[in-house]
């Protein structure tokens, strides 16, 4: 179980403070360790709390039981897709290891989780005793679950799906919880064909089995104005598989030959094909650090999405290599877009 788990708060605006909560670290381990040792939760707390408030006030944070370590300390996005990139690099700024501290972005699985239990409103919440109602229509990348617990009845439902949540990422580890989980509802009866909780890591891995290849969707729709809109789309597209890649960049290309529709047509849709071949040669040279999220065409022209790390060369690439285009003026508009906006109509 969790020592404790806070929300850090501030009436300031956040900060990018990475580098000042290591120094910070630092300076203070032999206290923190101190403190651990003297089992001294609550001070533990006044000590970190403001500490990570000043990475960003917004994060949350805990201390459990490490894997290798003797604790963890999580520093966690809690599911805001607008800070899991400020999460994942509080983590990759950190110190090795070592036999006291580790230092993780997200909640981890614990394979122990069936013999957790949690203390929710003074009420016993045992693992072992939640049941889960599962649904993964074929196709989907999600499985939708229906939680029921029998403490749950004398819950409200907004403690009962914190409860529940908290229980997912236990048993999935809070990543694979927002990458392969859809829709959770925490319910007062069991459903009718539920299932123990423990069983919930095996449906989960044989959906994700079905996704292991690169796909693509193809998807038709209307623009704004009524025109008719194509695109592709990576399939599954989910922005926690990319979590430093919080900068947006897209590549518009105009283009001269196209149908009644909009669409392009003959030399143009040949050259769109080889742009975008010779942009994903530049991206895979990249060593991980940008993605071709999906590409939008219509009214005569298409949009390339791009996401990236920022600290990396994908929007250099992207300006050196729109000088080839020959069809119409090409342009590329760099932005931060930590919650993956521009492609909402994608994720999946």
């Known amino acids: 179980m969790r020592l404790f788990g806070r929300k850090s708060e ?67 996005a809690a599911g805001d897709a ?18 006291r501290w580790e230092f993780h972005p997200s909640r981890r699985a614990n394979p122990h989780a069936m013999d957790l239990t949690l203390d929710v409103d003074g009420y016993e919440f045992a693992l072992d005793k939640l049941v889960l109602g599962l649904r993964a229509p074929h196709g989907n ?12 009845g004398i819950l409200d439902e907004d403690t009962r799906t914190e409860a529940a949540l908290l229980a997912l990422d236990w048993l999935l580890g809070e990543d694979d919880v927002a990458r392969w989980v859809g829709g959770i509802s925490a319910v007062q009866f069991p459903p009718i064909d539920a299932v123990p909780a423990v069983h919930l890591p095996s449906v989960v891995a044989d959906l994700a089995s079905g996704f292991q290849e690169e796909q693509w969707a193809l998807l038709e729709g209307e623009t704004a104005g009524g025109a008719r809109l194509i695109a592709t789309a990576r399939y599954p597209l989910r922005p926690v598989d990319y979590p430093l890649f919080d900068q947006h960049i897209a590549v518009t290309l105009p283009y001269l030959h196209r149908d009644a529709d909009g669409l392009p047509v003959g030399p143009s849709l040949d050259a769109l094909r080889d742009f975008e071949e010779r942009l994903a040669g530049r991206i895979s040279r990249l060593n991980g650090t940008a993605v071709l999220a999906a590409h939008m065409s219509a009214e005569g022209q298409r949009v390339l999405h791009i996401y990236a790390d920022p600290v990396g060369d994908a929007a250099i690439h992207a300006k050196e290599l729109i000088i080839t285009w020959e069809e119409g003026q090409p342009r590329v508009d760099v932005a931060g877009d930590p919650a993956w906006a521009a492609v909402a109509p994608f994720l999946n």
Do not use: C, K, N, Y
């Open 10 to 76: 501030s009436a300031g605006e956040p900060v990018d403070g990475i580098g000042e909560f290591w120094a910070w670290w630092t300076e203070a381990r032999p206290e923190l360790d101190a403190m651990v040792a003297a089992g001294e939760a609550d001070r533990l707390a006044e000590w970190i709390g403001p500490a990570v408030t000043v990475v960003h006030p917004s994060l949350v944070w805990e201390i459990t039981p490490g894997f290798t370590a003797d604790q963890a300390l999580v520093v966690t």
């Open 141 to 152: 990348p999600r499985v939708d679950v229906v939680a029921h617990h029998p403490i749950f």
């Open 82 to 99: 607008e800070l899991r990139a400020v999460a994942h690099r509080w983590a990759a700024a950190a110190p090795p290891a070592d036999a």
